[in-house]
């Protein structure tokens, strides 16, 4: 994480555990101006499946607890912890072992303040390094002193498979503006954006139409807003399968507002769409469809039909989590973890193809997948259709000639692609 900025900022990291979104580990990071910060996820026993999780830094930026190794928890799911009562999925701690992560910027840190001073490196009088002063840094002063903070971080992640030579990467997806008021604990989540824009108290979202167009739309929920820039009517990408190129593929599709609207005991009062079912028995199923095509144009559903038939392919319970990792494997045993990231939380689309590219159509299962109303500038309403989704292909290609006696690996991750749809009286959702 890089703060490209001139003033200090002020974050609230957070791990989400894939079933449902619950936290599985939080804590702050101070960044000086134009301080970055680095930090490594792995198992605690890469050879057992059953141990959790823990991050590492060697990084000297302010962080809170002193401790540069912080285990991954289970008292946001277990209900060990009285903020956090237990859900219905798995209680053991090898549920943090997959999931997501986001930071959220609480506020911009005061130039030459104390706290400025306290998490900037120095040098000193023969110009040696001097790190941080982050024993001495007062946290609570730190975060009354904030102030709104303004865009100047940027982010990336790497997934490291070392044993293999694999390697995996990807850059965050940033949303600009989520707040124009300093955020402080407990009010440190996605829920609450906010802009002073909003006449109704609550987020403006500024969604791009499919031609490019920008449309701000006013929420009166924060979340909402946040969910609308991550509306996706339908998601594409491709898949490589081809043994003879010892070829394998996963998409990762992840809804990152998911629990806000289906985890009904932390949220009671949410309101479930654009989902429709909550959190139960450890899964929250969306109907989607998927649609194959291979390279030369020919088409099938998952479901094996083809043709224009708009209820061919829809496909009950496949994405049930807020993290979800869609395999292509001809036929695999249930239980089978995904071919190239090894995930639990799978849904596998057998490809009819050794190579091709697939869409899922995110709006019209279960009835029809709608956010809930947001309002234009001249005051009318409009519905964006889909769910809010991000996430990426990953594929990995296995030359077994690469010289005599020896095997290379070729891996690469790709963004997925997206369109949206609204329903409301501007004209691209008309």
Known sequence: MINTGDTGKALKVRFLEGYNGRTALDFLVFLAPHDTWVAAVSAVDPADPASGAKLVTNDDSCIDGANKEKPFVTYGFDGQSPGFPADDGPQEIARVREGSFEIIA???????????????????????YVPPDCEHLDVDAALAGLVAPTNALMGSTMIVNAGDGIFYSYNASALAGFTDRALTPPEDTLAQANSNASTLDGAVATVYT???????????????????????????????????????????????????????????????????????????????????????????????????????????????YQVNVVSFLADPPTGTPSGVLGSR?????????????????LAYGDGGHSLNRGQLPDGSSVYLLGLPATGFMAYNVINTQAQPGKLSNYSGTFAHRSQMACIGNVGPCL
């Not at 609480?106 to 040696?128: F, N």
């Not at 689309?349 to 869409?359: C, D, L, N, S, V």
């Open 106 to 128: 609480l506020g911009d840190v005061v130039r030459s303040s104390t706290t400025e001073r306290r998490i900037s490196p120095s040098r000193s009088a023969s110009g040696d």
């Open 210 to 320: 499919n031609d490019g167009t920008p449309l701000p739309i006013d929420y009166a929920d924060g979340i909402d807003a946040v969910s609308a820039v991550f509306m996706a009517d339908t998601v594409y990408n491709e898949f490589l399968t081809a043994s003879s190129m010892g070829a394998s593929t996963d998409w990762v599709v992840t809804f990152p507002t998911k629990a806000f609207h289906v985890d009904k005991l932390l949220y009671p009062a949410s309101r479930t769409s654009p989902f429709v079912v909550p959190f139960k028995d450890g899964v929250s199923p969306v109907t989607t469809n998927f649609f194959q095509t291979g390279r030369e144009s020919d088409q099938q559903t998952i479901s094996g039909c083809s043709g224009g038939d708009p209820n061919c392919g829809i496909v009950d319970d496949l994405l049930r």
């Open 345 to 361: 939380l799978t849904a596998n689309a057998k490809p009819f193809r050794a190579e091709g590219w697939m869409q899922i159509d």
